[in-house]
């Protein structure tokens, strides 16, 4: 019997400078490590993307991690335009701005400045929701929305996902702080930002 060949976890990097990677892949958080060994995501239209690594075995694994944040995602090609993977299509709707509900209350200025480079028109924001008591909660993006509303953009594509109850909890969260759209989300300092939303997120959970 053949032995399954081992593979070490999926390691998203959440940074925005690593030599290893492409910077728009960086940008579009498809980058990965497999032990010590990088794969790339490079998103090429709203519904496609080529996957890059060294070992093709591993590729489902790091497209699962991938599609987690990405779920509007769903074919998968290689670099020499063989489909690895693909799933059902997933609707996309067109948002207004003002009607996005978020569900954080801060935004890092140091990702914003990186975020910032690549955000320029409404093409560019994707984002996961939630519907909630009529609202359409944001489950990620927040920098990428806050971005967007600075520039004067006023639409969003989104698409409706699943999401835990710790998502409409910090959305009602966000409204008892008059954060309603992405226009109320407030910048703060890198530093600021990881006492003042880690310290809540660990009291959340530290409380369930």
């Known amino acids: 019997m053949k032995q399954k060949e081992y593979m070490p976890g999926v390691n998203r990097i959440n940074t925005y400078t690593d030599s290893r990677f492409s910077k728009k892949v960086l940008n579009q958080h498809g980058a990965f490590l497999i032990g010590d060994e990088p794969y790339e995501v490079e998103i090429v239209s709203k519904t496609d993307a080529i996957i890059r690594g060294k070992n093709s075995n591993f590729y489902e694994a790091v497209i699962d991690e991938f599609r987690f944040y990405a779920e509007h995602i769903t074919n998968f090609w290689d670099e020499?335009?063989?489909?690895v993977k693909t799933y059902p299509a997933?609707?996309?709707a067109k948002i207004p701005m003002a009607e996005i509900q978020p569900s954080q209350f801060y935004v890092d200025e140091i990702k914003k400045q990186?975020?910032?480079d690549f955000v320029h028109t409404e093409e560019d924001l994707i984002i996961?929701?939630?519907?909630?008591e009529g609202h359409n909660v944001s489950v990620d993006g927040h920098?990428?929305?806050f971005v967007a509303a600075e520039k004067g953009i006023q639409n969003v594509y989104g698409f409706y996902t699943e999401a835990g109850d710790?998502?409409?909890d910090f959305a009602a969260e966000a409204i008892r702080r008059n954060i309603v759209s992405p226009y109320q989300l407030i910048e703060v300092k890198h530093e600021d930002y990881e006492k003042l939303w880690f310290a809540f997120c660990d009291e959340y959970f530290s409380s369930k």
């Not at 996961?128 to 909630?132: D, H, K, R, S, T």
Request: no cysteine.
């Open 80 to 83: 020499t335009n063989n489909l």
């Open 90 to 92: 997933v609707e996309l």
């Open 114 to 116: 990186a975020v910032s």
């Open 128 to 132: 996961p929701l939630v519907n909630w």
């Open 143 to 145: 920098t990428r929305l």
């Open 166 to 168: 710790y998502v409409r």
